[in-house]
């Protein structure tokens, strides 16, 4: 099949992004406008962004991937994502208004110390580039597929176009062409279950029919029936979705630097809030949106023997016309540059903020040079963030649970530090990084043991986190 009308659309997707990703960012004088932006961004651009930030390639073909191989039960993690952003938006986020914060961890430095704000960052830095690193492997596969190249070859060409906005337009052009691509990979997704659903005899009845006889239409699983062992090693339970949802949520939304980073860019706490819980609304759609195209694949293709996550690549690729389905690879474009960008920005800004002003800078910071290092800081994270991509080419887990399971390593301690502050007031720095680095280490014996399933890392690493916290500050009170 000829595939040149296919490669002018994604070569020029590829090209008007990083053009319009330079003109939206505008020119920066100085480090903050480089990553808060210089002017107020409107808050429903920033939901879209969110959103956009959050979904990468993983939601484009690991969900529908997912739902093929199993059936509804991930969209019960989505209702603890709205749950959680709540709790974000009316627990944390007038935390970080308070005061004129640059990122995440600057309210950990002023209820604790910079200690505890530099260890914030550099734990946020390594989870970080192996969950985006798992990302942007993941855009790889349908490029692969397509242009039958390797792997290292197809990271290369998305990573370099998402650079290219991303060092010229800072956060401002981030945003923007986030919000664009979000409206792009949704309407590729669209796209593609209309077809998908064309080409079957009876539509969606044929879908019905498919899925019923496996139980893949089921939405709900309590997760009682097994014993309370396998409760808690199933990922997709009620309340195991629900909760670790929630607390994954809070985390992802409320502690990391590539949301809180866009929040912060709005000014308005109000506006904030709007942000974020209307971003949980739309992630609930979105996500039963690429749900039900794995049922629709399962409809389509039965049951066959390979990736998961190849699947909907697969269909795109030997199905659809010509020039859709350049519409729809470059909707998973997307996806994958609107997180990867998110990722090289708010990494370099957490290491300029977080761990170069506060020991490098001095008290006579220049702007100029700041900015200049920014820049080369910006690409130092977009260097290391090929390289993780490069480490994940051989997995055979899907990767949607490998890049959730990383995050959920780390996520448990950050934000059990950030209730440590708001909770415990009494908590000094000394106790909130014990309690920090228990969190982590409980979390390497859970993972390696293997003891839960990953929905439930998060909450057990705020609590271990907030217990010895709670302890070690009523033993500094006694002393």
Not at 278 to 283: A, D, P
């Amino acid at each position: 099949m000829n595939r040149t009308i296919d490669y002018a659309i994604i070569a020029a997707y590829l090209l008007g992004v990083a053009i319009f990703g330079i003109l939206s960012g505008g020119k920066q004088k100085s480090v903050k406008d480089y990553f808060l932006g210089a002017s107020t961004i409107p808050w429903w651009i920033v939901c879209f962004a969110i959103v956009a930030a959050e979904t990468s390639t993983l939601t484009f073909i690991s969900i529908p991937g997912l739902a093929y191989v199993t059936n509804l039960n991930f969209l019960q993690v989505t209702i603890g994502y709205l749950i959680g952003r709540i709790l974000v938006a009316f627990f944390l986020l007038p935390q970080y208004f308070k005061g004129d914060l640059s990122t995440a961890y600057s309210y950990l430095e002023n209820r604790f110390g910079v200690k505890t704000r530099s260890f914030a960052s550099i734990v946020f830095l390594f989870t970080r580039t192996a969950a985006d690193g798992v990302r942007l492997f993941a855009t790889a596969i349908p490029l692969k597929l397509m242009l039958n190249i390797d792997y290292p070859l197809a990271i290369l060409i998305v990573a370099v176009f998402t650079f290219i906005y991303t060092f010229t337009g800072g956060i401002k052009g981030v945003i923007w062409v986030d919000a664009l691509q979000m409206c792009i990979y949704i309407g590729g997704a669209l796209i593609a279950g209309y077809f998908l659903l064309d080409l079957l005899p009876s539509g969606w009845n044929a879908v019905v029919a498919a899925a019923q006889p496996d139980n893949k239409m089921n939405l709900i699983n309590l997760g009682f029936d097994k014993g309370i062992g396998e409760f808690f090693k199933n990922p997709y339970t009620l309340f195991g979705g629900i909760i670790g949802g929630a607390f994954l949520s809070m985390a992802s939304h409320g502690t990391d630097q590539l949301i809180v980073q866009r929040l912060l860019v709005i000014k308005d706490l109000n506006k904030a809030k709007k942000a974020i819980i209307t971003s949980g609304v739309i992630v609930i759609f979105q996500f039963a949106i690429f749900l039900i195209i794995g049922l629709a694949l399962f409809a389509y293709y039965g049951k066959m023997d390979m990736r998961s996550d190849e699947i909907f690549p697969k269909f795109i690729l030997d199905q659809l016309p010509v020039g859709i389905t350049g519409i729809i690879i470059a909707g998973l474009f997307a996806a994958a540059m609107s997180t990867l960008a998110g990722s090289i920005s708010s990494m370099a800004s957490s290491t300029m903020m977080d761990l170069y002003k506060p020991y490098f800078s001095g008290k006579n910071f220049d702007e100029a040079k700041a900015l200049k290092r920014s820049r080369y800081v910006t690409i130092f994270w977009a260097l290391v963030l090929i390289g993780s991509a490069f480490f994940f080419m051989n997995t055979s887990q899907a990767v949607v649970e490998i890049a959730l399971s990383i995050s959920s390593f780390t996520y448990g301690g950050l934000l059990g530090t950030f209730l440590l502050g708001i909770l415990v007031k009494k908590a000094t720095q000394e106790d909130a990084l014990a309690g920090f680095t228990s969190g982590i280490f409980v979390m390497i014996a859970v993972i390696s043991l293997k003891l839960v399933a990953w929905t439930w890392f998060t909450i057990i690493g705020v609590l271990t986190t907030l217990i010895i916290g709670f302890i070690l500050s009523k033993l500094s009170a006694r002393k």
